[in-house]
């Protein structure tokens, strides 16, 4: 509840809707989407590197944990 309340929960949807567009675009996506897609997710990577140094590393392990296969890792 605190989340909400000080709006801190967006920062965390942003980390949860990247992982899961990962998996969607492994899972689903044919090779022209995932072309596609690969940009937009290196530039919303970048952003959440930018704006949240102290979770990235965290972040960054459940997203390579996800391009190896693993499923619904979340924050």
Do not use: I, S
């Given at each position: 509840m605190d989340l909400l309340k000080t709006g801190a929960e967006g920062k965390f949807c942003k980390l949860n809707a990247v992982l899961t567009f990962r998996e969607w675009l492994d899972d689903f996506a044919s090779p022209e989407t995932k072309q596609a897609a690969e940009k937009v997710i290196e530039q919303e990577i970048s952003e959440i590197k930018k704006i949240l140094p102290k979770t990235f590393p965290q972040f960054n392990e459940y997203y390579q944990r996800i391009k190896n296969g693993e499923r619904?890792?979340?924050?």
């Open positions: 619904d890792l979340y924050f």
